[in-house]
């Protein structure tokens, strides 16, 4: 993981990139999941090592799967639901901006828990609920909001991009006390989170540009970790 002097969000998918290809690479998973990777995977174009036996792409839209091409095996789960039924383990799981959109957080822990195999890992890429545009997520209805992401971030609706998926920011934390805290009796044995500070949402707004971004420096250079705006959350069965 990159360790600059702060930790601003212009690095944080790299680094949750890095995280993830070093994982594979020295831990050697053989069986991996991602969430929600059906537009576009974690591991990118890469060649997958021979060690790696599965990998699988599992959503809660069937019409999100249909994208998926035969080489991967796919899983349709609400990752926030019931997963009682799934009887496969993953020695990985990973997700890039998922968790944000599971209405109870410590559900969704519960259930990677469940569907992790024992020295399993599970790395997510979040948004953190505290940062000012998140937080307007939140407590703003999605119509209006969605309407706000279009005129700021319009590459995000160009056809290639997601788009805007409801999300609720349940346990999207970006301090490891917390988290801790919040999942001691999941049952994990290890969890460490990596917060990342700034956004790019303000770029456009002249004023509150600079403010935001000053805040978010003086909070990144004390660790004020509830004005993080992403977090890489690592759990460990
Ligand atoms: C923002 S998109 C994923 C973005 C993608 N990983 C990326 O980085 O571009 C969120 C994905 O999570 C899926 N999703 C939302 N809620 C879910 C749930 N409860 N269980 C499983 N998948 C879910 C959505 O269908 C969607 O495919």
């Given at each position: 993981?990159?360790?600059?002097?702060?930790?601003?969000?212009?690095?944080?998918?790299?680094?949750?990139?890095?995280?993830?290809?070093?994982?594979?690479?020295?831990?050697?998973?053989?069986?991996?999941?991602?969430?929600?990777?059906?537009?576009?995977?974690?591991t990118g174009d890469k060649t997958l090592p021979d060690h790696v036996t599965s990998f699988t792409i599992s959503d809660i839209s069937a019409e999100e799967l249909s994208h998926v091409s035969d080489?991967?095996?796919?899983?349709q789960i609400n990752a926030c639901g019931d997963v009682s039924h799934v009887d496969q383990r993953f020695?990985?799981?990973?997700?890039?901006?998922?968790?944000?959109?599971?209405?109870?957080?410590?559900?969704?822990?519960k259930n990677m828990h469940h569907l992790l195999a024992d020295g399993g890992v599970a790395v997510h890429l979040v948004p953190t609920i505290f940062a000012s545009p998140f937080l307007i997520n939140w407590l703003f209805p999605e119509q209006l909001t969605r309407k706000a992401v279009q005129l700021l971030q319009p590459r995000r609706f160009d056809g290639q991009n997601t788009g805007k998926f409801p999300a609720y920011y349940s346990l999207c934390r970006g301090s490891t006390p917390y988290m801790r805290k919040a999942l001691a009796d999941v049952g994990f044995s290890s969890i460490e989170v990596h917060e990342y500070y700034g956004h790019h949402y303000y770029d456009k707004i002249f004023g509150l540009r600079q403010l935001d971004n000053g805040l978010a420096r003086l909070c990144a250079r004390h660790e004020w970790a509830v004005y993080s705006s992403y977090a890489i959350i690592i759990t460990r069965k």
């Amino acid at each position: 993981m990159v360790q600059s002097e702060i930790r601003w969000h212009t690095d944080c998918r790299q680094d949750y990139l890095d995280t993830v290809w070093n994982i594979i690479t020295d831990e050697k998973p053989a069986r991996i999941m991602e969430i929600g990777g059906t537009t576009s995977r974690s591991t990118g174009d890469k060649t997958l090592p021979d060690h790696v036996t599965s990998f699988t792409i599992s959503d809660i839209s069937a019409e999100e799967l249909s994208h998926v091409s035969d080489e991967f095996d796919t899983l349709q789960i609400n990752a926030c639901g019931d997963v009682s039924h799934v009887d496969q383990r993953f020695d990985l799981i990973m997700s890039k901006f998922c968790g944000e959109h599971m209405p109870d957080g410590k559900q969704f822990h519960k259930n990677m828990h469940h569907l992790l195999a024992d020295g399993g890992v599970a790395v997510h890429l979040v948004p953190t609920i505290f940062a000012s545009p998140f937080l307007i997520n939140w407590l703003f209805p999605e119509q209006l909001t969605r309407k706000a992401v279009q005129l700021l971030q319009p590459r995000r609706f160009d056809g290639q991009n997601t788009g805007k998926f409801p999300a609720y920011y349940s346990l999207c934390r970006g301090s490891t006390p917390y988290m801790r805290k919040a999942l001691a009796d999941v049952g994990f044995s290890s969890i460490e989170v990596h917060e990342y500070y700034g956004h790019h949402y303000y770029d456009k707004i002249f004023g509150l540009r600079q403010l935001d971004n000053g805040l978010a420096r003086l909070c990144a250079r004390h660790e004020w970790a509830v004005y993080s705006s992403y977090a890489i959350i690592i759990t460990r069965k």
